[in-house]
């Protein structure tokens, strides 16, 4: 408010560490003290190189960008590096050249799927190239993940991927946040189909996917949508708890010979865990959370 009353602004970039707290970046929504908001894709200190790059750039060159500033900056990996890496390792693999439907199938089955394709994300959030996903409709899938892949306290939430175009069916302030930098209120009639993304106090870390951003991963979401006719996965970060997020091939398939998910997708090749290792027993989920709440 004191913002707004001292440089009369109505559109606004909110920058700084303290600007990844989505409940507080929701507030300043809701409060329509400014007609459009903005959070960056990195605004802690993890984006001031970005930020340098721009500034001088701007220098010399004054572009009017028609489409949103992509995340998608880090690394990527061509298939004759995954699959001599696959070879390698003498790992068994599909290619799949239909990848996004046979994984939507898989997850709308009640698999854990790892996702890693084309170039990583910029920023600390996974936005659907170095990403694990699972089915929103089913309230384990956040507990599995938790005990399976995580192995992180049993309360910590998963954001939902949503299609961008299908966003006002599910929240009450529409905005989009492609960063995932918002806890939405999510819609009453809406929070029962997801109970495995939304939060206690009825919101959800949405991440809004445009096509023309990410259209890999659009697709994803859209072949799930028509199995189930939910345009929305379950998304959290590729790495378990105190490890940062992974970034190349190796970690992946690490990652998938340790038990933390079913499946990898890596660019269009599939692997399954069942094909590849042999454990002594199937995951089961131990505790449920209603048993945790009451041990802490």
Same mark, same amino acid.
């Given at each position: 408010?004191?913002?707004?009353?001292c440089?009369?602004?109505?559109?606004?970039?909110?920058?700084?560490?303290?600007?990844?707290?989505?409940?507080?970046n929701?507030?300043?929504?809701?409060?329509?003290?400014?007609?459009?908001?903005?959070?960056?894709?990195?605004?802690?200190?993890?984006?001031?190189?970005?930020?340098?790059?721009?500034?001088?750039?701007?220098?010399?060159?004054?572009?009017? !960008?028609?489409?949103?500033?992509?995340?998608?900056l880090?690394?990527? @990996?061509?298939?004759?590096?995954?699959?001599?890496?696959?070879?390698?390792? !003498?790992?068994?693999?599909?290619?799949?050249?239909?990848?996004?439907?046979?994984?939507?199938?898989?997850?709308?089955?009640?698999?854990?799927?790892?996702?890693?394709?084309?170039?990583?994300e910029?920023?600390?959030?996974?936005?659907?190239?170095?990403?694990?996903l699972?089915?929103?409709r089913?309230f384990?899938?956040k507990? !599995?993940?938790?005990?399976?892949?995580?192995?992180?306290?049993?309360?910590?939430?998963?954001?939902?991927?949503?299609?961008?175009?299908y966003?006002?069916?599910?929240?009450?302030?529409?905005?989009?946040?492609?960063?995932?930098?918002?806890?939405?209120?999510?819609?009453?009639?809406?929070?029962?189909s997801?109970?495995?993304a939304?939060h206690?106090?009825?919101?959800?870390?949405?991440?809004?996917?445009?096509?023309?951003?990410?259209?890999?991963?659009?697709?994803?979401?859209?072949e799930? !949508?028509?199995?189930?006719?939910?345009p929305?996965?379950?998304?959290?970060? @590729?790495?378990?708890?105190?490890?940062?997020?992974?970034?190349?091939?190796?970690?992946?398939?690490?990652?998938?010979?340790?038990?933390?998910?079913?499946?990898?997708?890596?660019?269009?090749?599939?692997?399954? @865990?069942d094909?590849?290792?042999?454990?002594?027993?199937?995951?089961?989920?131990?505790?449920?959370?209603?048993?945790?709440?009451?041990?802490d």
């Amino acid at each position: 408010k004191q913002l707004k009353k001292c440089t009369k602004l109505k559109n606004i970039v909110f920058s700084g560490g303290v600007f990844q707290n989505v409940s507080l970046n929701n507030a300043i929504l809701e409060s329509g003290i400014f007609d459009h908001v903005y959070f960056p894709m990195a605004n802690g200190d993890g984006g001031l190189s970005l930020g340098a790059a721009f500034f001088v750039e701007n220098k010399y060159k004054k572009r009017k !960008r028609k489409t949103l500033l992509t995340p998608l900056l880090g690394p990527s @990996f061509s298939d004759v590096e995954i699959s001599n890496l696959l070879d390698q390792s !003498r790992i068994k693999y599909v290619k799949d050249n239909h990848i996004e439907k046979t994984v939507a199938k898989l997850i709308s089955d009640g698999k854990t799927v790892g996702w890693f394709q084309g170039r990583g994300e910029y920023g600390p959030r996974s936005l659907g190239n170095r990403s694990i996903l699972a089915d929103p409709r089913k309230f384990e899938s956040k507990s !599995r993940i938790n005990q399976l892949l995580k192995k992180r306290d049993w309360f910590m939430p998963y954001a939902p991927s949503i299609l961008e175009e299908y966003l006002d069916e599910f929240v009450i302030h529409k905005n989009t946040s492609p960063y995932m930098q918002i806890a939405f209120k999510v819609k009453d009639g809406k929070k029962d189909s997801i109970p495995a993304a939304v939060h206690v106090d009825g919101t959800s870390r949405i991440h809004t996917v445009d096509k023309n951003v990410n259209p890999k991963y659009w697709n994803l979401i859209n072949e799930f !949508r028509l199995l189930t006719e939910l345009p929305i996965l379950l998304n959290t970060s @590729f790495n378990r708890h105190h490890i940062p997020t992974i970034s190349e091939p190796r970690q992946a398939l690490e990652h998938l010979l340790d038990g933390c998910m079913d499946y990898l997708a890596i660019n269009d090749y599939l692997i399954s @865990f069942d094909d590849n290792r042999i454990s002594k027993e199937p995951f089961k989920n131990e505790e449920t959370e209603s048993y945790a709440l009451k041990r802490d």
